[in-house]
């Protein structure tokens, strides 16, 4: 079974600075891209920032030039380095993968999620 577990979340100031971390662990073949999405209050889910195996990169426009992505395909862990933090980052954070596994038939690759991890932005 595959699990995503996030940490990294917390209270900080702005303008402050927070890393996120995800880690996936279970009967894995590969994974594909790799990501960040957040959900604030009342909000819908929105994407973050993106990164795929080669290490393209997508950012939210809101969020270019202060939040950078990275990955470790040894590890199979995705983190989110936040910079110059706003309130308006306030959210729950999600990290989320496309990973292929064997179904016991056949290939299949699924979206997987991690539990989330807030992050409050406040003074």
């Known amino acids: 079974q595959v699990q995503l577990v996030e940490s990294g979340g917390g209270l900080v100031q702005p303008g402050g600075s927070l890393r996120l971390s995800c880690a996936a662990s279970?009967?894995?073949?590969?994974?594909?891209?790799m990501g960040w999405y957040r959900q604030a209050p009342g909000k819908q889910r929105e994407l973050v920032a993106t990164?795929?195996?080669?290490?393209?990169?997508n950012y939210a426009d809101s969020v270019k030039g202060r939040f950078t992505i990275s990955r470790d395909n040894a590890k199979n862990t995705v983190s989110l380095q936040m910079n110059s933090l706003k309130p308006d980052d306030t959210a729950v954070y999600y990290c989320?993968?496309?990973?292929?596994?064997?179904?016991?038939?056949?290939?299949?690759?699924?979206?997987?999620w991690g539990q989330g991890t807030q992050v409050t932005v406040s003074s």
């Open positions: 990164i795929s195996g080669d290490g393209s990169t």
């Open positions: 989320n993968a496309k990973i292929r596994t064997w179904s016991g038939i056949r290939f299949v690759v699924n979206d997987y």
């Open positions: 279970g009967f894995i073949l590969s994974i594909n891209v």
